[in-house]
């Protein structure tokens, strides 16, 4: 933990339930200061605008299904603020991609947080991080 120590407050972990559901198992501070309250419980789909709650749920089900980290891009609903979302699969117990680390981080600094919470998020793009092999020639 010394080694990332900086970045905890950043950090979140998501439950894969059975019904998908998706609740939030633990939350940094910082993520909870976006919303000024404590997110553990809530659920991860609740962070989204109710138009990209499908986009939302498509891209961590994608990192579900595939075992693969997903990197993306969000904003607040008025594209005031802007975040860097990275989502990755892990293994708990043995069962495969039982939970998703996550880490939501705002690409400048944010001036209001703790003051305003940040309301619903837009996911205005993401990608897999797939590995490329690169064979030789």
Known sequence: PVAILHILPDI??????????????????????????????????GW???????AAAEAIRRVIDTQTPLVAHARTALGASEFELLLLPLR???KSCSRV?????????????GIHPVGPLDLVAARMLEDKVAEAS
């Open 48 to 54: 989204w605008r109710a138009q990209r709650q499908e």
């Open 12 to 45: 979140f972990i998501i439950e894969v339930d059975p019904e998908r559901r998706l609740p939030l198992r633990l939350c940094g501070a910082r993520v909870n200061a976006l919303w000024q309250h404590e997110q553990k419980g809530s659920l991860f789909l």
């Open 92 to 94: 708990h117990f043995g």
């Open 101 to 113: 680390m996550g880490s939501l981080a705002p690409a400048q600094r944010l001036d209001w947080v």
